[in-house]
């Protein structure tokens, strides 16, 4: 639950800056905080596959196959299911609700609310720390660099909505801590009782490191279309013993 604490506390602590300081950090060091936050989403993503993977050379190749075909399967499961598409249009909510704000304060304060809980929640970054939170307790890093980018967003949020986003820190509590619970409760003795929570991880890995892509805008990739491809990597694995 460490890194949902984080990313409650960089909201609360982001939107009293915002109510407080009314003053958002400059671009430039915008800029820079994104170089860092990309690299260090890359580094902590590439290095769960990596402890993730071991064996003989062949069994590398075995496991590597697996995540790459979880993948393939996952992406072509969420664009069936609309993932990309019910996320693309939350976010599209939000922004109308940005785009619109009120003069009246009982309605800012209750779109800042919305807003932020759409977007905080949404996040792929931050379903697949939560995950991982739950899988590896000690694994809090991704949902750490989630809480330094919704902290900064929270400031912007606040100086738009007032002291209603900062109740936005609720729902993401609730969402992602349920997440890791069930995940530390359930998921992680299971999979790690029948030796699946490698693969889990391995592909998780990939996808955080994805998250990277967009955080330095070189490539849009669709991760919400790619989640279900962590319920075929220990599928797969079963399957291909």
């Known amino acids: ?78 664009k069936l299911l609309h993932l990309q598409k019910a996320s693309n249009r939350i976010g599209q909510l939000a922004s109308e609700r940005m785009a619109a704000v009120k003069p009246d304060y009982a309605e800012r304060f209750s779109d800042g609310f919305i807003v932020g809980a759409l977007l905080f929640c949404v996040e792929p970054l931050g379903i697949l720390g939560a995950i991982h939170n739950g899988l590896l307790p000690d694994y809090f890093y991704p949902l750490a660099i989630k809480a330094v980018v919704d902290g900064l967003a929270t400031m912007t949020f606040a100086a738009i909505f007032g002291w209603g986003v900062i109740l936005s820190a609720v729902p993401v509590l609730v969402f992602q801590g349920t997440i890791t619970l069930v995940c530390a409760k359930s998921l992680a003795p299971f999979l790690e009782a029948r030796g699946l929570a490698d693969s889990v991880n391995a592909t998780g890995g990939l996808l955080i490191f994805c998250v990277a892509l967009l955080i330095f805008e070189m490539r849009k990739v669709h991760v919400t279309n790619y989640l279900p491809s962590l319920v075929f990597a220990p599928l797969l694995t079963w399957f291909l013993r």
């Open 1 to 78: 639950m460490l890194g949902t604490f984080l990313n409650v506390g960089a909201i609360i602590a982001g939107g009293i800056a915002g109510l407080v300081v009314k003053k958002q950090p400059s671009a430039g060091i915008q800029s820079h905080l994104k170089v860092v936050l990309g690299a260090l989403t890359v580094y902590f993503g590439l290095r769960l596959t990596w402890l993730s993977i071991s064996g003989s050379f062949g069994h590398v190749l075995k496991q590597l196959g697996i995540v790459l075909l979880s993948l393939i399967l996952g992406n072509l499961a969420g």
